[in-house]
Structure formats: structure tokens, C-alpha cells
């Protein structure tokens, strides 16, 4: 993966002054900025030549670039760095945003809806992409399973997993397992497979089958029917674990028609965009990606803005807008902020705290 995170040393008070009026102008109309539209801020004392001179500073430091042979600079992905993680002021969100979201992130909606309708509110608030993750079970460890029997050849399929998490779900085996069937094969399940993801349990037990025929027996033949209806197997997960809104909301930044297609299939395939998430798991509060720091090609121009959101006090994704290298961060930032810590309430039933 490409990074670029490094950050420049000593750029003095006055240089940056100038640069984060020459960011803010960027970010507001997304024209090169020339010394003479700085020289006329009235916050700006020294002369032309003398901005001209810190630009050139500025330029050599890798912070700003010249797009054309005309005077005015641009901020690059470093300088855009930079900003945010140094001079940018963060607005909070307004008291009728705020509301909004609480309405619509009821704790009476189910996981999926809470999901989808944090994407989309993402979405309509920033008018960018919303993106929003669940923990998928390559994420997920078996911790003990239970099999109930149940009528017309069904199985409740009772999960623990992580630190006391509990999944229910029912499935339909290939035929009616009793229940003496069922507890054996949930505990060679508990036995063999603890603390392993739920996405490795099927393979595990194929591998099992295959090294040990002598134990293909009944037992096996039953946790390998229930073990594919309950667990998935690697790879099937991706897509299924990611939501994403507003894609359409950033056809107008494209430059060009295969950008559109770069872009459109990054969305449609969803597993850059989900691995590129699942590096926030483990990362406390806003996460930020400025174009070639993503490390996929068809991210280059955009910028993501991310942070992770919990459930019963344990990590259960990851949400984030994906827009423009030239976006509002001091507005976007406060909104993913906002919406993380009020889909982790929802999703657990608690007021978040602050």
C-alpha cells in the first residue's frame, strides 16, 4: 500500500498563516490561489513579493503545487495533510442536524436498517458517498454454538462469538437432524474450532474430513450440513458487509469517463473500499485518507473520512464519507463524528455520553 503521511518540519507562524488562506480559498471555489488574492486578505500585512517567496517555500517543502504556467498554487494531498491534521478549525454540527440524525437512528430499527440508514444519511448530510461497514465474520470468533431442534426440520442456531456477543439465526439443513444429533455436533464444533472466525469453520471441517476419513462418519456429516448453513465460507463476506449511498453524488468531481468507470467499479466490487475500512478497526476516533494515502488507484482524487462506531462495548464497524480531496473537513469530519457515536447508541440502546 502507498502512504504518505510524512509531514514537514519548521514551517513557521506567517508561512502557516498563508497557507491555510490559501487551503480555505482552494477548498471554497477549487481555483489556484495567487499571491495578489492573499495580499488583499486584510488579515495579510507583508507584501506580494514576500508571499511569493513563502509560496516558493511552501512549494519546495512539497506542500503546495502549481497546476499551470499561471501564478496561482494549489494545495497538494501532503498540504492538504497538513491542514487538517494542524491548522484546520472543526465546526461542530448544528443542533437541527444533530436532532435529525437522532430521529432517524431510532434503537427501534433492526441492525440492517440502522445500517443502511446511516449510509445514506452520511450521504444526504455531506453530499458525498456514505460508506458504512459491518464486522464480518473473518472478524468474528466462535466461542461456543448451540443447535436446537425445531419444527419442520429447522435449527436454531445460537452463537457466541467476540467477548459475549450472542447471534441467533435459524437455518434449514438438508434433512431433520435430532436433537442428540445436533448437541454432538455442536460440541466437536466447540471442541475444534474455539477462537477460530466463523469463516474458517467449514473449510476446518473439510480439512478434518479429508485428513481423517475414519472419522467420516455421521457425526462429521452433520456439523459439516449445519456448519455451511451457519457460517459462512471465506469470501463470500465482502460485499455483504459494506453499505454504501451517494455514489452519484460524485460524478460532477470526475474528470474524465474511465474515471467514472474506476470509480463506479471500486463501488460496485466494494472489497478496496471494505479492506481500506477494516484498517480503522483497531484505530481510535477520526480516520482520515487524502488520495494516494488509500493505496487504490481509483481513490487517487478522493479523500475518505472515517471512524469507527460499538455496540455493547465492542468494535462493530466502520463508517466514512468518501468525497473530493477538495471537501469541507471541518464539516464533514464533525458529521462521521456525530453519526458513529449515534449509530453505536442505537445499536445498543444506550444515550452516547457527551
Partial sequence: MRQVRQLPENVDERAQHLFKMLVEHYLKDGNPVGSKTLA???????????????????ETRGLVTSPHTSAGRVPTHQGLRFFVESLISVSPMEADAVRHLHRELS????????????????SHLTHMAGVVTVRRPEQVSLRQVEFLHLSGGRVLVILVVNDHEVQNRVIHPDRDYTEAELT???????AEFFGQSLSGIRAGILDSMRGDKDRLNALMETALDVASKAFPSEGEEDEDGCV?????????????IEAVRELYDAFAHKSAIVHLLDRCLDSDGIQLFIG???????????????????????????????????????????????????????????????
Avoid: F
Avoid at 40 to 58: E, K
Avoid at 111 to 116: D, F, G, H, N, R
Avoid at 294 to 316: F, H, M
Avoid at 327 to 342: F, G, H, S
Fill in 107 to 122: 434503537p427501534d430499527l433492526g441492525p440492517t436498517e440502522l445500517v443502511e440508514s446511516a449510509s445514506q444519511l452520511l
Fill in 40 to 58: 488583499a486578505s486584510r488579515d495579510i500585512t507583508v507584501s506580494s513579493a514576500t508571499i511569493r517567496n513563502i509560496m516558493v517555500d511552501l
Fill in 244 to 256: 454504501v449511498s451517494g455514489e452519484t453524488n460524485l460524478l460532477d468531481s470526475l474528470p474524465s
Fill in 184 to 190: 454432538r455436533a455442536a460440541n466437536y464444533i466447540n
Fill in 292 to 354: 494516494e494515502e488509500s493505496g487504490y488507484r481509483a481513490l487517487d482524487d478522493y479523500s475518505l473520512v472515517t471512524a469507527r462506531y460499538q455496540a455493547n462495548g465492542q468494535v462493530a464497524g466502520v463508517l466514512g464519507v468518501v468525497g473530493p480531496t477538495r471537501m469541507a473537513y471541518e464539516k464533514v469530519i464533525p458529521v462521521v463524528d456525530v453519526t458513529a457515536r449515534l449509530l453505536g447508541a442505537a445499536m445498543d440502546h444506550r444515550s452516547p455520553e457527551g
